[in-house]
């Protein structure tokens, strides 16, 4: 049986992971599971697991990786690593990455496989596997090089709900601290949002305001006479996945199932919208491209939920949390925020809002207002979730004046009841609307939206103080000298004093102090149970 080792680079940037280093990502364990479904044997390694050991990569006859734009000197050293150390075989990239296919070609890899590998690989991967490039031009979204030359097949259309009913890998052991990561299961693919950034591009395309996007009937929505990429503009999610899709039931809860039982104790439900699950089902056999309408179906999200805690006793029992990623605010209604609250008590829903501008938010292809993300904010919060706002500075088209209303604005979330408030630097992605608009420079006018963001997480911490939380010791901060703790269900990482054999314990802790915006400090309290997996433990995790 072939073998393929499949390699998570995703947000590796030079080779080590800055932020999120506690999460384990959707991409490599589904590209394992296609592969599995395809009769190979699939195994999935954390970048850093092959740069401990590339020998690893001796018994694989196939690579593949999956990588982030921002992943791409990390990608090229594992490609290296394959040259090197690898079986001799073909090696494969893909992820979000691969909107620049010929950029990611240009890594060192044999192929790249551009949006969604179920669209692809079914087709291409005996191929890929015998090097039988002649046969590979007609399957779409593949580059690779022929006879000197490169070849980009083209852009593949988006994989029907059909195709992404298959179990994904559950294969975690081999990362870091597994058993206290947060893993992400993906439950809907793409987004529903089509609407389109209406300023002008720095090539000259520009909305003609034709509306098609906002309220034209949901297929047509697909295209834009001005060729302007869908979504908003910073995203490269609609334009390279697609509208959003639900994944089947079954499967969902089959996975969460088995990586509890695997001894992963933080399960994140992922999605760029969580809300859009089974509201696809509603507009079917139309594709959902319209962000706030119909409302949520709060059917089937009740059924996942009740189906995922019938299955996983360990969810009632508080001995694995369950978590969702994001929400569109405009979704949030009461009936919402009460069967969220339901499930999911004490637990943060993450809401993208961007700028404080009403104008700047239209401009930029939101399909929110600020009154939505008000309500969404407050009703969260009434029902017992932690409202967590995101918001980007840098953008194009801010202003002094757009900076002034999100300033603003992250204030007023703060005190309606938004726990954590992030501000991101506007990055330009390929494919996306923005791909040629310049980052922000140090020192211009967005950056008070960062000092901000700093200013109310530090607040924030602060009413932690004198907490008593119980949190699982996942690693070694080398730079603090001190341990690393994740807060359960999820909080501020904390560092705090004891020894290294409390790695893999669950502990209760009391907070006193503040290290920085983002940590706390803590006391030991008491030992409560070993939660550690039976593999090898954490080397360091922040
Ligand atoms: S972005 Fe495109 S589809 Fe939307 S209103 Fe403008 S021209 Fe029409």
Avoid at 117 to 139: G, H, S, T, W
Avoid at 241 to 254: F, H, K, N, Q, T
Avoid at 502 to 525: H, K, P, T
Wanted: charged residues 25%; hydrophobic residues 40%.
């Amino acid at each position: 049986m072939t073998r393929a080792i499949v390699v998570d680079v995703l947000a590796r940037e030079h080779g080590r992971r800055i932020v999120t280093v506690d999460v384990i990502g959707v991409g490599p364990r589904a590209v394992a599971g296609l592969l599995e479904s395809l009769g190979v044997h699939a195994d999935v390694y954390p970048f850093e697991a092959v740069a401990r050991d590339p020998h690893v990569l001796r018994g694989y006859d196939v690579l593949f990786a999956s990588a982030m734009s921002s992943d791409a000197p990390a990608a090229k050293k594992l490609a290296e690593m394959w040259a090197r150390h690898g079986g001799g075989g073909p090696s494969v990239i893909g992820g979000p990455i691969a909107s620049a296919p010929l950029d990611a070609l240009n890594l060192g890899y044999d192929f790249v496989v551009h949006g969604e590998a179920e669209q692809v690989l079914p087709e291409a991967l005996k191929r890929i596997l015998n090097y039988e490039y002649d046969d590979l031009f007609e399957v779409r979204g593949l580059a690779f090089r022929y006879r000197g030359r490169v070849v980009f097949t083209g852009r593949p259309g988006y994989a029907p709900r059909e195709r992404l009913a298959y179990l994904h890998s559950t294969d975690v052991t081999r990362y870091d601290a597994y058993w206290a990561a947060r893993v992400y299961v993906e439950v809907v693919r793409g987004c529903s949002n089509w609407r389109r950034p209406r300023g002008v591009l720095p090539d000259g395309r520009a909305c003609i305001n034709c509306d098609l996007c906002v309220k034209a009937p949901l297929r047509s929505r697909l295209y834009c006479p001005a060729w302007i990429p869908p979504g908003c503009g910073y995203c490269s999610v609609p334009w390279l996945y697609g509208p959003a899709r639900s994944r089947p039931l079954d499967l969902i809860v089959e996975e969460v199932k088995r990586l509890v039982d695997l001894g992963v104790r933080r399960i994140v439900l992922s999605a760029p919208d969580v809300l859009d699950y089974g509201r696809d089902l509603l507009v079917d056999p139309e594709p959902l491209t319209d962000p706030c309408n119909p409302p949520a179906n709060i059917e089937a999200l009740g059924e996942l939920f009740a189906r995922l805690y019938e299955r996983v006793p360990e969810l009632e029992s508080r001995e694995a949390y369950l978590m969702i990623e994001n929400v569109k605010a405009c979704l949030v209604d009461e009936r919402v925020a009460k069967l969220l609250g339901e499930y999911l008590r004490g637990t943060p829903v993450h809401i993208g809002v961007e700028t404080g501008s009403e104008r700047h938010m239209w401009l930029l292809g939101r399909p929110v207002t600020k009154k939505d993300v008000e309500r969404a904010v407050r009703l969260l919060s009434r029902h017992g979730l932690e409202p967590y706002v995101y918001f980007i500075y840098g953008l194009p088209w801010e202003t002094p004046e757009t900076v002034k209303e999100t300033v603003e604005f992250m204030e007023r979330l703060w005190r309606l009841g938004a726990v954590k408030v992030t501000a991101y630097r506007f990055r330009p992605l390929p494919g996306t609307a923005f791909q040629d608009f310049e980052p922000p420079r140090p020192g211009s006018p967005g950056y008070a939206i960062r000092e901000k963001a700093e200013e109310l997480n530090r607040r924030e911490k602060r009413r932690w103080l004198g907490k008593l939380v119980d949190a699982i010791v996942a690693g070694w901060h080398p730079a603090r000298r001190m341990l690393v703790a994740y807060p359960l269900p999820h909080g501020p990482v904390t560092l705090l004093r004891g020894p290294r054999s409390l790695i893999g314990w669950l502990v209760r802790l009391r907070v006193v102090g503040v290290a920085s915006d983002r940590m706390l400090v803590g006391r030991l309290v008491s030992r409560l149970k070993r939660v550690a997996g039976k593999r090898r433990e954490a080397k360091m995790l922040v």
